[in-house]
């Protein structure tokens, strides 16, 4: 009798859908690797550089501002020129800026370049996604976005590691150099392999993209300056980027073609995927990617041994997104969601325990936690993010979903920066504490709005 053997849903997958699968997880891992590239590099490019605590924040929150400013414009482009056209446009994108930030005289210069990152990386990460709703349907669609929010946290994982081993091969610029020829390679894939998507030919919104690029980059500004800059200025940012949001919605409501569709938000479930997406970024993912900061300069840990200290974190993510699917199904997407975050905020407020004089394994148990939670918590997103919407809107409503959570890593990573710039280790980690309940704070935001949402809209599909 011969023995009965057991296939995947990948192994099920024909070879052109197992083949595009590959690129975009692939793409978005490199988005992520682009994402994380500082981690460990940041002191060096701080004494390479002569950056001030201003800049180090910008840097660590350049290609986040870059990525949720051009997310919804990508969508946009992607929904009406094609995605596939689109996702390898942001790749070339990356190729370039990559390559430039290697090449970077100084830190004005290289925050340029790591928001012009963020904005391949929009391209990426908007039509990536897009295109496997375009391609998988059904059970097999929840397959495919759970290995691309494994892809996520795998990029997250491998991408300090990788720039701590070339670094001490080279310098921080090794990884740029990396992150350029890798793009290259998988823009040239995309392009053979991908599918194209029906393409309107509608005008592209150019007046709402530039207003949301400038109002999102006001406000962070006025964040990243409120700590050290004068209070006229930041003011005069904050209102400046208050009403140039507030015209955006405004100019979304009239044109034809608008790149955020607003009627969208009336989906309870598609609006409580968004803020749920928002929380994640400023709670979790911005305060688990600045403990590697924390052990090098709070306990003195060389780079790569913070790596991989935070592969206890990104590592547990990405097999627990690969896990997610195999829940119950009488688990809602929206149930998940709010049980990952709930265990999320649990893991960020034991971060608190990391202080001097305590040794590095105090961060190991919210780290683990954080990486279960969080793992689940995008695979649950990244499903609702094209559950929600038309089928001929799902760059758009993938787009929005990366919106939230890119912008929200923007705010919490600058915020988190800022607060342990100190130039004390006590200083240090009395920054890190009130950054710690800070953004608990801001998960626990995320839940309240989510069981809000859970009560005035009706279960959606799971």
């Known amino acids: 009798m011969k023995p009965v053997m057991k296939h995947t849903m990948a192994d099920e997958m024909p070879g052109a859908e197992r083949g595009a699968l590959s690129i975009i997880a692939s793409a978005t891992f490199l988005a992520l690797v682009v994402f994380t590239a500082p981690l460990t590099t940041l002191d060096s490019m701080t004494d390479a550089l002569r950056l001030t605590p201003d ?39 990356t190729v370039v800026s990559s390559v430039a930030a290697a090449l970077a005289p100084d ?69 740029h150099w990396l992150i350029a020829l890798v793009s290259a390679g998988l823009a040239v894939a995309a392009a053979a392999r991908l599918p194209e998507s029906p393409r309107s030919g509608e005008k592209v919104d150019i007046a709402g993209s530039v207003l949301l690029m400038t109002g999102l980059g006001c406000l962070l500004a006025a964040l990243t300056e409120a700590r050290v800059g004068e209070a006229a200025m930041v003011a005069t940012l904050c209102v400046a980027g208050v009403v140039l949001v507030l015209l955006f919605v405004v100019v ?35 305060l688990m990617s600045m403990v590697p900061t924390v052990l090098v300069r709070g306990l003195g840990k060389g780079p790569l041994f913070a790596a991989i200290v935070l592969v206890t974190w990104s590592g547990l993510t990405v097999v627990a997104a690969l896990c997610a699917r195999f829940l119950p199904h009488r ?35 919210g780290l683990v936690l954080a990486g279960i939670s969080n793992g689940i918590l995008n695979a649950s997103l990244g499903h609702e993010a094209v ?17 939230a959570r890119y912008l929200g890593s923007a705010i919490g990573i600058a915020m ?45 599909p799971s």
């Open 107 to 175: 830190g004005t210069f290289l925050i340029a370049m790591r928001v012009i990152q963020g904005f391949g990386s929009a391209g990426i990460m908007a039509c990536g996604l897009g295109l496997l709703g375009q391609i998988f349907h059904g059970e097999s669609r929840r397959h495919a976005a759970a290995i691309w929010a494994a892809s996520l946290g795998g990029g997250v994982a491998a991408g300090p590691i990788i720039a701590s081993l070339l670094l001490s091969a080279g310098g921080w610029q090794g990884i």
């Open 55 to 93: 800049a180090q924040a910008w840097i660590m929150s350049g290609m986040p501002l870059g990525a949720a400013c051009g997310l919804l414009t990508a969508g946009a482009i992607g929904d009406t020129l094609g995605r596939k056209r689109t996702f390898v446009g942001g790749l070339w994108l």
């Open 387 to 403: 559950q929600t919407v038309p089928l001929e809107r799902t760059a758009m409503g993938s787009a929005a979903n990366n919106t």
């Open 252 to 286: 979304e409501t009239r044109v034809k073609n608008p790149i955020l569709t607003l009627d969208l938000f009336r989906d309870m479930n598609f609006t409580g995927a968004t803020l749920a997406a928002f929380a994640s970024g400023a709670g979790v993912l911005a």
């Open 416 to 460: 988190v920066s800022l607060l342990i710039s100190e130039p004390t280790v006590e200083g240090l980690f009395a920054g890190w504490h009130v950054a710690v309940l800070a953004s608990t704070a801001i998960s626990l935001f995320g839940v309240g709005a989510m069981l809000f949402v859970a009560r005035r809209g009706a279960e959606g």
């Open 331 to 365: 688990f809602s997407s929206r149930q998940r969601v709010i049980w990952s975050i709930l265990g999320c905020a649990f893991a960020q407020f034991l971060l608190i325990f990391a202080d001097d004089g305590w040794t590095w394994a105090a961060v190991l148990p």
